[in-house]
Nanobody
Framework: QVQLVESGGGLVQAGGSLRLSCAAS????????MGWFRQAPGKDREFVAA????????YYADSVKGRFTISRDNAKNTVYLQMNSLKPDDTAVYYC???????????????????WGQGTQVTVSS
C-alpha cells in the first residue's frame, strides 16, 4: 500500500510559479511510475505530466509543455511538479498518482494508476 500526500498548492497571480510536492509513504517510490493529473470544476480529471520510475523519461500534456516540469527524488520518496508561467486555465485540484512498474507505461490512462493522493488546490488569478 502506498499513501500519497500532495502539498504546495495555493493562490497565485497569472504568470507566477508554484511547486507541488507529492510525498509517499508505505512503499519506496522507485518501483512506481508517477503522474500528475488535475481536475477543474465541472471537468474530467486530465493528465498533466508523468515520469518513469527511474526518472529517465518524462511526458507532458500539450497545454503545459514548456511551462511545467516533473521531477522525482527517489531517495526522498517525493515527486515534484514545478509550474511556471501559470494561467487562470491552470486552476484546478492537482492530484499525484502512482503506478506499479511495468515495461509499458500508458501515462495518460487514469484507470491504470494504482494509488492516488487527496489533491491540492491551485488557483491562478487573472
Amino acid at each position: 500500500q502506498v499513501q500519497l500526500v500532495e502539498s504546495g498548492g495555493g493562490l497565485v497571480q497569472a504568470g507566477g510559479s508554484l511547486r507541488l510536492s507529492c510525498a509517499a509513504s508505505g512503499r519506496t517510490l522507485s518501483s512506481y511510475h508517477m503522474g500528475w493529473f488535475r481536475q477543474a470544476p465541472g471537468k474530467d480529471r486530465e493528465f498533466v505530466a508523468a515520469i518513469t520510475s527511474t526518472g529517465g523519461n518524462t511526458y507532458y500534456a500539450d497545454s503545459v509543455k514548456g511551462r511545467f516540469t516533473i521531477s522525482r527524488d527517489n531517495a526522498k520518496n517525493t515527486v515534484y511538479l514545478q509550474m511556471n508561467s501559470l494561467k487562470p486555465d491552470d486552476t484546478a485540484v492537482y492530484y499525484c498518482a502512482a503506478k506499479r512498474y511495468s515495461n509499458t507505461f500508458y501515462y495518460t490512462a487514469r484507470a491504470l494508476y494504482d494509488y492516488w493522493g487527496q489533491g491540492t488546490q491551485v488557483t491562478v488569478s487573472s
